[in-house]
């Protein structure tokens, strides 16, 4: 277990998210994802969502007061490394972390603005587009989008690698000070090409294109690139790795329900396995 420098106790990260009953997404992804790189996960939910491999078919929203008082729990007895922010279904929810946030002032924030499910359902309310613009682009580490979610936040279309470069950057002018854009959604290519955009430039990392659909790709990323940076490791690395780590977790992925969708094995890279 990581521990941070001067502190006897683990280092911890803190995922503010939705979780998924299904088990493949959100919350439960993200924990998974934390444990698999020896670091302690922490929880607040800030959306339930009733959902399985096929698709979501409700969410729930707690009171905010409540959501408050689980993330204070955590930075009261916890030493928090970063936080990862997942599903935020709305603008009223956005304002409460993010006067989290600025209450606490974790060392890394890494934002994966979930707007819309595999299955194609809508997450994210269209009054919260433009609080997550203004309201968490400035408190990121790094922005985690994948190109259906930087094209909502741009208001244009992505369709090839150079447009990627370009995306990166306009969503950095919007704010965040590094975006890694996730290639996936890239039609027409044999490789899948994630691009990190930062004040030295941009990092590609590549991968063969498994031909899989699958869940809970974007979720696991992000955690564990926020686990990465709490262990440690420069933001160029620490990218780096969650992206090999996202591959390896994909091609040992299975298939838990009745559909096609597959689910990441997190702990595919264990010893043994």
Do not use: W
Not at 2 to 28: E, F, H, K, M
Not at 97 to 126: C, F, I, K
Request: with cysteine; glycine share 10%; hydrophobic share 45%.
């Amino acid at each position: 277990m990581t521990r941070i420098q001067d502190d006897s106790r683990p280092v911890c990260v803190l995922t503010i998210a939705g979780s998924d009953s299904g088990g493949g997404a959100g919350i439960q992804a993200d924990l998974k994802a934390f444990a698999a790189h020896g670091v302690h996960g922490l929880s607040a939910l800030a959306a339930l969502t009733a959902q399985h491999t096929r698709g979501v078919t409700s969410v729930h929203v707690p009171p905010q007061d409540f959501l408050d008082a689980q993330i204070d729990a955590c930075f009261a007895d916890f030493r928090i490394g970063a936080v990862k922010l997942g599903m935020l279904a709305s603008a009223e929810v956005i304002g409460t972390v993010a006067r989290a946030l600025q209450r606490h002032r974790p060392p890394h924030v890494v934002v994966d603005p979930v707007m819309v499910a595999t299955s194609g359902a809508r997450l994210l309310e269209e009054d919260a587009l433009e609080a997550l613009r203004t309201r968490l682009l400035p408190l990121a580490t790094v922005l985690t989008p994948n190109l259906p979610e930087a094209e909502l936040l741009l208001g244009r279309r992505i369709e090839d690698l150079q447009g990627m470069s370009a995306a990166a950057a306009a969503l950095r002018a919007l704010g965040a000070p590094a975006v890694l854009l996730k290639g996936g959604h890239l039609d027409g290519t044999d490789e899948v090409t994630d691009i990190l955009a930062d004040a030295e430039g941009e990092q590609h990392t590549a991968h063969p294109r498994l031909r899989l659909d699958a869940h809970g790709t974007g979720c696991t990323l992000a955690s564990a690139v926020a686990a990465n940076l709490a262990r440690g490791l420069a933001l160029r690395q620490a990218c780096a790795a969650a992206v090999d780590y996202v591959h390896a977790a994909l091609r040992g992925g299975y298939r838990p329900g009745r559909s096609e969708v597959v689910v990441l094995d997190h702990f595919a890279i264990m010893p043994g396995r």
